[in-house]
């Protein structure tokens, strides 16, 4: 005679790995059912584009696997990187809710794998899971309050501060350890993209590359950075945000 346990109905699970998204952890069976008939993922190359800045938001892109660079142009077409979407991260969430174009532009800066679902289909679950709602205010909220401290860091902190930062927040995701202690990260920004992302001219990034280097505090080859002293890097952003 079968157990309870096998007489339940087993839950419905997600199609093409998305359990990992933070807000979808969140939908009843019925939600699933209806979002695994309308979601579709594809692979994208290096360079190519998820959505344009003033493009109609056509619905929310999640992002299985790789990395994206959020870009805003401005007028004179200097391009910034905003910010940085990684493994679990959704895209086009804040334009769909308040029913806006595209603010900024969504390039592939490392092979990813994005999965899409139209509009329509997310305001239907939205409509009758409440719960929803609340996880997009909850990321809503944090992105503000990661703004918030960009502008903290421009306003306060010097270029030397900022870009340290920044790599010890890229070696987090990107970096490894070898054998023998060094600390090895391969950059997945331009070091333009770092200055934009950083509120830095490219060519203060450049000289304080350099200075890192004399220092002995991390070793540039090209997109390549080799920290041998990471508690050194670690006190120097310490020091930096104490003092």
Not at 15 to 36: M, P, W
Not at 76 to 103: I, Q, S, W
């Amino acid at each position: 005679m079968p157990s309870g346990d096998m007489s339940e109905q087993e839950k419905a699970v997600l199609k093409f790995n998305l359990s990992a998204i933070d807000e979808l952890s969140v939908l009843t069976d019925d939600d699933v059912s209806l979002f695994n008939s309308k979601v579709s993922c594809r692979r994208y190359k290096v360079g190519e584009t998820l959505f344009m800045q003033d493009e109609t938001c056509k619905g929310l892109y999640f992002i299985e696997q790789g990395l994206i660079a959020v870009r805003k142009v401005d007028k004179e077409g200097r391009t910034a990187v905003v910010r940085l979407g990684f493994n679990g991260d959704t895209l086009g969430y804040r334009p769909m809710l308040a029913k806006e174009c595209h603010r900024a532009s969504a390039d592939v800066i490392k092979a990813a794998t994005v999965c899409f679902v139209d509009t329509k289909t997310m305001m239907e679950v939205l409509h009758h899971n409440p719960e929803l709602g609340i996880k997009f205010l909850e990321r809503t909220a944090k992105a503000l309050g990661d703004v918030e401290e960009r502008f903290f860091e421009v306003a306060a902190l010097n270029v030397r501060v900022r870009l340290v930062h920044l790599i010890l927040l890229l070696s987090d995701r990107f970096g490894a350890v070898s054998s023998d202690g060094l600390l090895i990260l391969e950059l997945p920004l331009t070091r333009r993209d770092m200055a934009s992302m950083i509120g830095a001219q490219p060519e203060s990034v450049s000289r304080t590359i350099h200075d890192l280097q004399v220092e002995g505090l991390a070793n540039f080859s090209g997109r390549n950075v080799h920290v041998a002293e990471y508690d050194r890097l670690m006190d120097e952003l310490h020091s930096g945000l104490n003092g």
